[in-house]
């Protein structure tokens, strides 16, 4: 299974201050696993939201996770 794989590289790249891993963390918005989403969610929103602010609003109201909804509106 790769999702403990994807979850790993999400938290790794939490712990990385630099623009090139919040590129990789906005791409994981688009993940197909929620809770790949969710916390690369919530590590953006902890990091700062820049260039992130429209996606994710837009997840806050239309992610097909109710998790995923929920974290993007905190």
């Known amino acids: 299974e790769e999702q403990p794989l994807r979850l790993a590289a999400v938290e790794a ?3 990385v201050a630099r ?11 688009d993940d197909c696993d929620p809770h790949i ?3 690369a969610l919530s590590i953006l ?3 700062g ?3 992130a602010g429209r996606r994710i609003a ?3 109201h239309a992610d ?5 909804r929920r974290a993007a509106r905190l």
Do not use: F, I
């Open 13 to 15: 790249l939490g712990r």
């Open 19 to 29: 623009p090139s891993a919040s590129s990789l963390l906005v791409q994981a918005l």
């Open 37 to 39: 989403r969710e916390r």
């Open 45 to 47: 929103m902890r990091l």
């Open 49 to 51: 939201t820049r260039g």
């Open 58 to 60: 837009q997840m806050a």
């Open 64 to 68: 097909a996770s109710p998790a995923v």
